[in-house]
C-alpha cells in the first residue's frame, strides 16, 4: 500500500524531503507512534484494493516486538536502578570499619601507595559511582579499596 504524504513547510523551514534532521530523541519512533501510523493506514487504505492480511499480521508481529522490547528495557531498568540501591547499601556497611585503600602515587611509573582509614559515610557521586568518606576528609573511589576489616598483627587471645 503506498502512502502519498505532502507536506507545506512553514517560511525559513524546510520540506519533509528536502532533507530536513530530526533531532535524536525525535528521531525516536515509540509504541504509540507506531500504532498510529497503523491507525493511519487502516484509515485511509482503498476500499476496493484493502491491506493484505498477510502485511497486517507482520506489522501487528513489529508492533508485539516493539512493546516487548519496551517492557524488556523498563524492567532492565528497573534491575539496574535495584543494584545500585543495593550496591549503595552493601558499602554503607564500610562505616566504622578501617579499609586499606591504594592510591596512585606516580602515574608514569604506576607506583601505588596503601594507606588505611576507617570509612565514615558514603555516598553516590554524580557519574553513579559509589564513594567512601574516610576519617581524614577524602572521599575515594570504594574500587580503591583494597582490603576491608584489616586484621591486628600478634593479637593474643
Not at 482503498?46 to 508492533?63: G, K, S, V
Amino acid at each position: 500500500m503506498d502512502v502519498n504524504m505532502q507536506t507545506t513547510a512553514a517560511p525559513g523551514e524546510r520540506g519533509m524531503n528536502e532533507g530536513q534532521v530530526a533531532e535524536p530523541e525525535d528521531a525516536m519512533l515509540g509504541k504509540d507512534d507506531f500504532l498510529t501510523i497503523l491507525i493511519a493506514q487502516l484509515q485511509n487504505q482503498d476500499p476496493l484494493d484493502p491491506m493484505d492480511d498477510r502485511e497486517f499480521i507482520a506489522q501487528m508481529a513489529q508492533f508485539s516486538s516493539l512493546e516487548q522490547m519496551t517492557n524488556m528495557n523498563e524492567a532492565m531498568q528497573r534491575f539496574v536502578d535495584r543494584q545500585e540501591g543495593s550496591a549503595l547499601v552493601q558499602q554503607s556497611e564500610l562505616i566504622g570499619t578501617t579499609v586499606k585503600w591504594a592510591s596512585l602515587v606516580d602515574e608514569d611509573h604506576g607506583d601505588i601507595q596503601y594507606a588505611e582509614n576507617e570509612v565514615t559515610s558514603v555516598r553516590r557521586s554524580e557519574q553513579g559511582d559509589i564513594e567512601l568518606l574516610l576519617d581524614e576528609g577524602r572521599w575515594i573511589d570504594s574500587r580503591q579499596v583494597a582490603q576491608i576489616g584489616l586484621e591486628h598483627e600478634n593479637e593474643e587471645t
